[in-house]
């Protein structure tokens, strides 16, 4: 089965470039000249599929590395299953997603990874991988974290906020990061001073201030300046290289800049949210609406200036990818169960369909170039977590994950028009992007084609990750 597509033009990280791409099953076989591929080669015996891209972006498919498909969180499960969360991504030019299997204090790590693949095995529409979440560091996680590696998740995520559910203490996170120096995996930091917040939470709750509002009031920037600081910290000293998840607050960001500066393996990573949503206008929202947008780190305050500084941390590798943090849950039924009492609101946001439409208005709107908008939506996620030459990037060998993309077209965001994700609302409803998704290839394989979507559910394989290839 052979795909020539042609008259497009192949956006990779490190440059663009007018070029036809022939695909020969899963993979991509060349990359080729305009035209060069129809010289002395008969297209019609020798392709069987042909597709015009003229006028279009040709790149490599989004990687979404931080994704909680039916995630156990806040007494409810995230609402998109792998089935529903990994169609919605293909409709948004999602190719790959890199999900977090959850081990709770008291589980058996391997157990639980063993359960991440029943749930994903055969109903995931696009490539998927694994972080693990340790919850509980004793003897045998640690064990298990070898183990792991084996079977391709080369990356554990550690809290340092809600206490009793995920938070690990700092003599079990330099434990963690001790065992991740020595094997060579990375360490993912939730870096958000609990015992800070949970004060604060308390005093919230007890003055009467509950409305969804008080979410971001209580989770403030110092609780995560602080705990990035420590993470780093924690990092230096074993040598554990560190990736920050969800980062928000530019303070955190300068945390992250200057161990960068000073020669560490710290990472950051940021999502859509905090590019273009805040305290003031989402959280801030009348009544109880704010719950849409409960998520944490929490939406930070637009006075404040920490979006603007997020997307000029994009532009100096400061932060260096954008993923969703994916993590549903519908207004009614889930997060209504915080009605009166915002700490009861299930935390999380769901955008997997909509990063590479997102980071493409970034483009459009001159924050990011083209190639950065690539390289922070795909080659650094298959960089950072051990996915690069089959994952990442438009070059023969590579996995035939691609997408046309339309500088052209047109995208309207919200519920029954763009919307496959299994929400009751869309937490980026009215969004309107100069760019659209138009045809989404799976190895090889096209998946979405114009507004259709004619891929199959399990087409999509687990693959197994190495070690980060972005390690000085
Ligand atoms: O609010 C969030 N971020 N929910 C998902 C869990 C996490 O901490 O990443
Ligand atoms: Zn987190
Ligand atoms: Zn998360
Ligand atoms: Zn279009």
């Known amino acids: 089965m052979k795909t020539l597509i042609t008259g497009g033009t192949v956006v990779n990280s490190t440059g663009t470039v007018a070029a036809d791409v022939l695909i020969d099953g899963e993979t991509i076989a060349a990359v080729l000249s305009p035209g060069s591929s129809l010289l002395g080669f008969d297209v019609a015996a020798n392709v069987d599929t042909l597709i015009d891209a003229t006028g279009r972006y040709v790149i490599p498919g989004g990687i979404d590395a931080h994704t909680h498909m039916e995630m156990p969180f806040g007494g409810t499960f995230a609402s998109d299953t792998f089935e529903t969360g990994t169609r919605a991504a293909a409709w948004g030019g999602t190719t790959s997603i890199v999900d977090f299997v959850v081990q709770y204090a008291g589980e058996n790590v391997i157990d639980q990874f063993n359960l991440w693949h029943t749930k994903a095995a055969g109903n995931c529409a696009i490539d998927y991988g694994f972080h693990q979440i340790l919850s509980d560091v004793q003897d045998s996680s640690l064990t298990a974290m070898d183990e792991l590696l084996a079977e391709g998740v080369s990356s554990f995520k550690l809290f340092m906020a809600y206490k009793g559910v995920f938070l690990s203490d700092d003599g079990q996170i330099t434990k963690a990061m001790q065992k991740a ?24 709750i007890a003055a009467g201030n509950t409305s969804p509002y008080y979410h971001g009031l209580t989770r403030p920037w110092q609780a995560e300046e602080e705990a990035t600081h420590r993470a780093i910290m924690m990092a230096n000293l074993t040598g554990a290289p560190l990736y920050v998840v969800h980062v928000s607050a530019k303070q955190a960001v300068e945390q992250i800049a200057a161990a960068r500066d000073q020669g560490q393996n710290v990472f950051g990573e940021t999502c859509p949210q905090y590019l273009y949503l805040s305290l003031e206008e989402q959280l801030g929202a009348p009544g109880f609406e704010g719950a849409k947008w409960v998520c944490s780190t929490p939406l930070r305050s637009r006075a404040e200036g920490h979006q603007h500084h997020m997307w000029q941390s994009l532009r100096t590798n400061d932060i260096q990818m954008v993923s969703t943090d994916h993590c549903p849950f519908c207004m009614k039924g889930q ?3 915080g009605i009166g009492d915002f700490s009861k609101i299930p935390n999380g946001i769901g955008s997997v369909e909509h990063r590479m439409d997102l980071l493409f208005q970034g483009v459009v709107d001159r924050q990011i170039t083209l190639e950065r908008w690539v390289e922070l939506t795909s080659t650094t996620p298959a960089r950072m977590f ?20 339309d500088p052209k077209g047109h995208t309207s965001i919200g519920v029954g028009r763009t919307h496959h994700m299994n929400m009751d609302y869309s937490a980026w409803e009215g969004f309107e992007i100069d760019g659209h998704v138009d045809t989404v290839l799976s190895r090889g394989k096209v998946i979405v084609d114009g507004n259709q979507y004619v891929g199959t559910k399990g087409d999509g394989r687990y693959f197994k990750r190495g070690l980060s290839q972005y390690l000085i």
């Open 181 to 204: 120096a020595s094997n060579g995996s990375m360490i993912m930091m939730h870096a958000e001073n609990g015992s800070i917040i949970d004060l604060l939470v308390q005093q919230a």
């Open 335 to 337: 997060k209504d169960m």
């Open 386 to 405: 051990g996915m690069y030459g089959r994952k990442g990037v438009i070059q023969p060998g590579a996995d035939a994950d691609v997408v046309i993309y």
